[in-house]
């Protein structure tokens, strides 16, 4: 990708973490202190993977924990995941209808550590007040409350991290402040929220009690049309990430809704573990050689996630390529 200006923003294509080796359909991510990434991963290769990767932007896998089934600590369909400034981590459940939450501050020596640093979990199935039906996505609040966005119940529920409810806002439509199965959610530094309205195919902005604001993209093909958006991050100035999960591209828009840039994905160079996967590996790397157009591999497939950090960095989970692809925005 070539450097895009628009508007007093530089964008640009930085390069791409893990690969097959390294994560399995990488749904959701986290950033932890320093350059930590958490990255929660869901897939079916003859039997299900699941788990958190606890790994480094230079690819060094740290740790990772929980694991496939319903006992404390695993999970069947996991969705969602954050981390706090304690450490915790929080991951959602769209099957058992439940947070589990772990403890990250723990010993990981590179080992995956299954259960073990399981504390406890909370969640009730149904459609009342303080129930969850569908936990699709989550984030944190800057008093580090949760809001989760169930995609059963077309709705915004909001909790203590202890689980203790404390509000929701929302119902299933397609007018302004309703939704048909939302997914991602977002904060900004103002405390509004951001919702992928995954069947309207938009991304709707909320005051933190859940008063409509706005709305962002269009439903269509093409840059700055939407069609299934899975994800939603929005950095320190205001502008708003989308993963169209539905057209395998990144939208993004300024604070007032205006179309800045389409991300398509640019992986033309393997991240460092799919080299080393390809040097231990003759025979895949014999395949390769035969291939004389790459273009779909270093595009995206199916992105699922997107976060910034406070550098400009901008993280996407590709999940189907099972990697993250990192995009640079500076002033310019």
């Known amino acids: 990708m070539k450097a895009v200006k628009v508007r007093g923003r530089v964008f640009s294509y930085s390069r791409t973490i893990g690969n097959v080796s390294v994560f399995r359909y990488p749904v959701d991510l986290a950033l932890g202190e320093g350059n930590t990434i958490y990255v929660l991963n869901r897939g079916h290769d003859g039997d299900w993977i699941f788990g958190v990767n606890v790994i480094n932007t230079?690819?060094?896998?740290?740790?990772?924990?929980?694991?496939?089934?319903?006992?404390?600590?695993?999970?069947?369909?996991?969705?969602?995941?954050?981390?706090?400034?304690?450490?915790l981590a929080y991951v959602a459940d769209e099957w058992l209808n439940r947070i589990s939450v772990y403890d990250t501050t723990v010993e990981f020596n590179k080992q995956d550590i299954g259960e073990r640093n399981f504390l406890r979990k909370w969640g009730t199935v149904g459609s009342g007040d303080g129930q969850i039906n569908g936990p699709a996505g989550m984030v944190l609040d800057r008093d580090e409350n949760l809001y989760i966005t169930e995609y059963v119940n077309h709705r915004v529920s909001k909790f203590t991290r202890g689980g203790e409810f404390l509000m929701n806002f929302g119902k299933e439509g397609s007018g302004p402040g309703e939704f048909n199965r939302p997914w991602g959610i977002a904060v900004d530094s103002q405390g509004d929220l951001y919702v992928a309205d995954?069947?309207?195919?938009?991304?709707?902005?909320?005051?933190?009690?859940?008063?409509?604001?706005?709305?962002?993209?269009?439903?269509?093909?093409?840059?700055?049309?939407?069609?299934?958006?899975?994800?939603?991050?929005?950095?320190?100035?205001?502008?708003?990430?989308?993963?169209?999960w539905g057209q395998n591209k990144v939208e993004v828009y300024d604070a007032e809704g205006g179309h800045l840039a389409t991300f398509y994905g640019d992986a033309?160079?393997?991240?460092?573990?799919?080299?080393?996967?390809?040097?231990?590996?003759?025979?895949?790397?014999?395949?390769?050689?035969?291939?004389?157009?790459?273009?779909?591999?270093?595009?995206?497939?199916?992105?699922?996630?997107?976060?910034?950090?406070?550098?400009?960095?901008?993280?996407?989970?590709?999940?189907?390529?099972?990697?993250?692809?990192?995009?640079?925005?500076?002033?310019?």
């Open 58 to 87: 230079d690819e060094g896998l740290l740790g990772k924990f929980g694991g496939n089934g319903e006992g404390d600590g695993q999970f069947v369909w996991p969705t969602a995941l954050v981390v706090d400034s304690q450490g």
């Open 198 to 244: 995954w069947r309207n195919d938009r991304v709707q902005k909320f005051t933190p009690d859940g008063r409509y604001l706005a709305t962002f993209g269009t439903p269509g093909a093409g840059p700055g049309k939407l069609h299934l958006p899975s994800d939603v991050a929005v950095d320190q100035d205001g502008d708003v990430y989308v993963t169209d």
């Open 268 to 332: 033309e160079k393997l991240s460092k573990s799919g080299e080393e996967y390809l040097e231990l590996n003759i025979a895949d790397s014999e395949k390769r050689q035969k291939v004389t157009n790459f273009e779909p591999e270093f595009r995206f497939n199916l992105p699922t996630a997107v976060e910034v950090d406070g550098e400009g960095r901008i993280l996407i989970a590709d999940n189907v390529r099972m990697r993250i692809q990192i995009y640079r925005k500076e002033r310019g």
